[in-house]
């Protein structure tokens, strides 16, 4: 079983930065897929950025070129830099693992940008 717990939401004013970390446990392997989506109330949930086990990353198209994701010193961390954030940025930021067929989600973590 895998587990996943996220951190560093909170509340930020537009223009702001905030941090993401998620850190997983239990039967880590190699070649996993780690990601962030998010869910803002009302919308359906949407991938915010994501990493491979090789480093290959992707982004939402509303978020490229503020947010960076990145892999942790530690083998099964992941990080998302959020800059330049903006109210739209408001939603629940979830972790998500892929590892062979299965997908593991975290429970989120809020994030809430004021204007």
């Known amino acids: 079983q895998v587990q996943l717990v996220e951190s560093g939401g909170g509340l930020v004013q537009a223009g702001g930065s905030l941090r993401l970390s998620c850190s997983a446990s239990g039967s880590i392997f190699s070649g996993n897929a780690m990601a962030w989506y998010r869910q803002a109330p009302g919308k359906q949930r949407e991938l915010v950025a994501r990493?491979?086990?090789?480093?290959?990353?992707n982004y939402g198209d509303s978020v490229e070129g503020r947010f960076t994701i990145s892999r942790g010193n530690a083998k099964n961390t992941v990080h998302l830099q959020m800059n330049s954030l903006k109210p739209e940025d408001t939603a629940v930021y979830y972790c998500?693992?892929?590892?062979?067929?299965?997908?593991?989600w975290g429970k989120g973590t809020l994030v809430t940008v004021s204007s």
């Open positions: 998500y693992l892929r590892q062979y067929s299965d997908n593991y």
């Open positions: 990493i491979t086990s090789t480093g290959s990353k």
